[in-house]
T-cell receptor, first 114, second 115 residues
Framework: NAGVTQTPKFQVLKTGQSMTLQCAQD?????MSWYRQDPGMGLRLIHY???????DQGEVPNGYNVSRSTTEDFPLRLLSAAPSQTSVYFC?????????????FGPGTRLTVL | AQTVTQSQPEMSVQEAETVTLSCTYD???????LFWYKQPPSRQMILVIR??????QNATENRFSVNFQKAAKSFSLKISDSQLGDAAMYFC????????????FGQGTRLTINP
């Protein structure tokens, strides 16, 4: 089991560029989510998915799109990057949306937007 | 909306001693979960301990224990016999009992262990 994997580990973008942060898990987890972590702040929820084909917005969804075509993958898309999106991004998954299940986090992607 | 507050941006402790990290939260729910996560320099988020609000007994995991005061909405983490490997950012987090697994995090406390 690789657990939750994220690629790339680091990325530098120019304002206005687009990119996709990849997240995959091999644990057959139903629930997946994306968080961002800014300096001096805890993680904030961007989007989440309770299963393939189902996504919903979290606390800070603006500027980000997601889709969930398979159970394993949950990519996060930035259509037009802005400096305010400079952050560390974490993907997490759990077996189900049941609140008793433990969430497992990926290693994070550090994104810088110039 | 639920909020989580960690009022100690930084803490330090001598190796082998005990340290307590504070966390308060605000919610109108009666059933929920509380967590402490550790984030070492590797950035990996590691679950340290969790507490179910309906349980009166405080959770413990080896050298880590919590003091859960539901009425006061307080959830502190005690680390006993501190080790150099405990140095990290520690985040307190909240999750509703019902609904999707949305975690609400505090701002974090950076813990330094002095040898």
């Amino acid at each position: 089991n690789a657990g939750v994997t994220q690629t790339p580990k680091f990325q530098v973008l120019k304002t206005g560029q687009s990119m996709t942060l990849q997240c995959a898990q091999d644990m057959n987890h139903e629930y997946m989510s994306w968080y961002r972590q800014d300096p001096g702040m805890g993680l904030r929820l961007i989007h989440y998915s309770v299963g393939a084909g189902i996504t919903d917005q979290g606390e800070v969804p603006n500027g980000y799109n997601v889709s969930r075509s398979t159970t394993e993958d949950f990519p996060l898309r930035l259509l037009s990057a802005a400096p305010s999106q400079t952050s560390v991004y974490f993907c997490a998954s759990s077996y189900s949306k049941n609140s008793a299940d433990t969430q497992y986090f990926g290693p994070g992607t550090r994104l810088t937007v110039l | 909306a639920q909020t989580v507050t960690q009022s100690q941006p930084e803490m330090s402790v001598q190796e082998a001693e005990t340290v307590t990290l504070s966390c308060t939260y605000d919610t109108s729910e009666s059933d929920y979960y509380l967590f402490w996560y550790k984030q070492p320099p590797s950035r990996q988020m590691i679950l340290v301990i969790r507490q179910e609000a309906y349980k009166q007994q405080n959770a413990t995991e080896n050298r880590f224990s919590v003091n859960f005061q539901k009425a006061a909405k307080s959830f502190s983490l005690k680390i006993s016999d501190s080790q150099l490997g405990d140095a990290a950012m520690y985040f307190c987090a909240y999750r509703n009992y019902q609904g999707a697994q949305k975690l609400v995090f505090g701002q974090g406390t950076r813990l330094t262990i002095n040898p």
